[in-house]
Antibody
Framework: QVQLQESGPGLVQPSETLSLTCTVS????????WSWIRQPPGKGLEWIGY???????VYNPSLRSRVTISLDASKNQFSLKLNSATAADTAIYYC??????????????????WGQGTLVTVSS | SSELTQPPSVSVSPGQTARITCSGD??????GYWYQQKPGQAPVVVIF???ERPSAIPERFSGSRSGPAVTLTITGVQAEDEADYYC???????????FGGGTKLTVL
């Protein structure tokens, strides 16, 4: 059974880079798409982006200029970097496995399972 | 940009049927998905590809579609179903993922 675990600093200084890692166990990271999703305290979900293999990434247009998602197959991990962090980036950050594909012209993508989430606060 | 709209809150008594509808311009062309999130926990998918249910999800959860809207139905609501529910889909190109704002289901 695949499990995901987020790790990284819980406090980030404004204007610095927010960096998180997701460690995957129970499955090969090379076989699936993987996403980052965040949730500001008391608010809704926002998809950040996904990665497949080491070269295919797609980012939310609202965050594209500040986001990098990368993958380390040797460690079965993928990572998130969000530059120029502000208080608006304070959120619980989740990593998740994408269930994605296409049957003919019908494409699908949902998220299962998710990591437990990690709270990152941007504050001085 | 594409958006998904769902009611902020729905309230039902135990044993009744709860329906949460999610609408969006891109929904006629994209599948809808539903997640349940309980306090302090990560979201869990309860419906995928409009109306398919993961094996671990109780049969009282079902999904349906009508044009630009998808609906999550919980038949015979139980106290344990009290949670936030989020719909998810994609933009019209199918490239970007979008979530609805969430619906808080209260079991009276």
């Amino acid at each position: 059974q695949v499990q995901l675990q987020e790790s990284g600093p819980g406090l980030v200084q404004p204007s610095e880079t927010l960096s998180l890692t997701c460690t995957v166990s129970g499955d090969s990271i090379s076989s699936f798409y993987w996403s980052w999703i965040r949730q500001p305290p008391g608010k809704g979900l926002e998809w950040i982006g996904y990665i497949y293999s080491t070269v295919s990434t797609v980012y939310n247009p609202s965050l594209r200029s500040r986001v990098t998602i990368s993958l380390d197959a040797s460690k079965n991990q993928f990572s998130l970097k969000l530059n120029s962090a502000t208080a608006a980036d304070t959120a619980i950050y989740y990593c998740a496995r994408d269930r994605a594909g296409c049957r003919g012209s019908n494409c699908y993508r949902w998220f299962d399972p998710w990591g437990q989430g990690t709270l990152v606060t941007v504050s001085s | 940009s594409s958006e998904l709209t769902q009611p902020p809150s729905v309230s039902v008594s135990p044993g009744q049927t709860a329906r949460i509808t999610c609408s969006g311009d891109a929904l006629p062309d994209q599948y809808g998905y539903w997640y349940q999130q309980k306090p302090g926990q990560a979201p869990v998918v309860v419906i995928f590809k409009d109306n398919e249910r993961p094996s671990a999800i109780p049969e009282r959860f079902s999904g349906s579609r009508s044009g630009p809207a998808v609906t999550l139905t919980i038949t015979g609501v139980q106290a344990e179903d009290e949670a936030d529910y989020y719909c998810q889909s994609a933009d019209s190109s199918g490239t970007y993922v979008i979530f609805g704002g969430g619906t808080k289901l209260t079991v009276l």
